[in-house]
């Protein structure tokens, strides 16, 4: 049996599984608190715009130490959306710190990708004044959300810029992120949103073996939009090409683009499990 069907049978359970899961997390627990709009860039020359986006809100639990924190970027096409934490997160254990950045057609490429790289170094820089190890920070993110994870996470300048290796990050969870040039990029440059570009601002120029571990998570094939699946799984062959050791690809039958993130919550939680075993 394939990889894609083998996951895709198993992911059948596991998405109805979820369902009762996430909803067990919707509501808070003790034991937990949250901090909003933390600024996580500085300097004297921050525009209003970057005043008003670049921002985190940091949702963590109080009674433990050296927890693993999950930093989760919003979708919405890198035009639209705006930070929340995800309720299949909370009452898990975990840290998430959920970022605002600047959006099209503000602000151009790189500037959103920048953006993402600065709220990771702010949380590598801060998290262990909150509990959190920075030893295990995992970077995730929905639709442009998984875009930006993909994009700070194999692509190492951008936190370079920060002095901070992206080899550093714990793990990658992108959900249904292009891994070709984003279309919001390839629309500022005047190319229609169907055709594919892969240049340097694209996730799959970066396919490299020593990169973070990677979880890959799409809806199903059939009712994702722009090929997402298939750019995902023809990112998962390259990694597996150049020898990446920890590529793993899911596809959750039966959800669409907007619907799959609730159910690839339990995924992400249980990856992060597995690493830190």
């Known amino acids: 049996m394939r990889l894609h069907q083998l996951l895709s049978t198993v992911l059948i359970a596991a998405s109805f599984a979820s369902t009762a899961i996430a909803q067990d997390a919707s509501g808070d627990k003790p034991g937990y608190t949250i901090e909003k709009d933390i600024l996580y860039r500085d300097g004297d020359d921050l525009t209003d715009y970057m005043q008003e986006r670049c921002r985190l809100d940091l949702y963590y639990p109080t009674d433990r130490e050296g ?10 096409g890198l035009r639209a959306g705006n930070k929340s934490i995800p309720s299949g997160l909370k009452n898990k254990g975990l840290a998430v710190v959920a970022v605002n950045y600047r959006l099209f057609p503000h602000v151009k490429s790189p500037a959103y990708i920048e953006d993402a790289a600065a709220a990771v170094a702010w949380t590598f820089r801060n998290i262990e004044k909150y509990g959190g190890s920075p030893e295990r920070i995992y970077v995730s993110g929905h639709s442009a959300g998984g875009y930006l994870t993909s994009m700070i996470g194999l692509d190492r300048r951008w936190l370079a810029a920060h002095d901070i290796d992206a080899n550093d990050i714990a793990g990658l969870i992108p959900y249904s992120g292009h891994t070709i040039t984003h279309f919001t990029v390839r629309e500022e440059r005047g190319i229609d949103g169907k055709q594919p570009i892969v240049d340097d601002l694209a996730p799959l120029y970066h396919v ?20 997402r699946y298939e750019e995902n799984a023809y990112f998962w062959r390259m990694m597996q090409v150049v020898g990446h050791p920890q590529t793993v690809l899911y596809e959750l039958d039966g959800y669409d683009h907007g619907g799959m993130a609730e159910p690839a919550h339990p995924l992400l939680i249980q990856f992060v499990r597995s690493l830190e075993k």
């Open 208 to 227: 490299r073996k020593d990169a973070p571990p990677l979880l890959l998570i799409t809806g199903d094939r059939e009712k994702e939009i722009l090929g």
């Open 67 to 76: 927890f693993s924190t999950v930093v989760w970027f919003h979708g919405g």
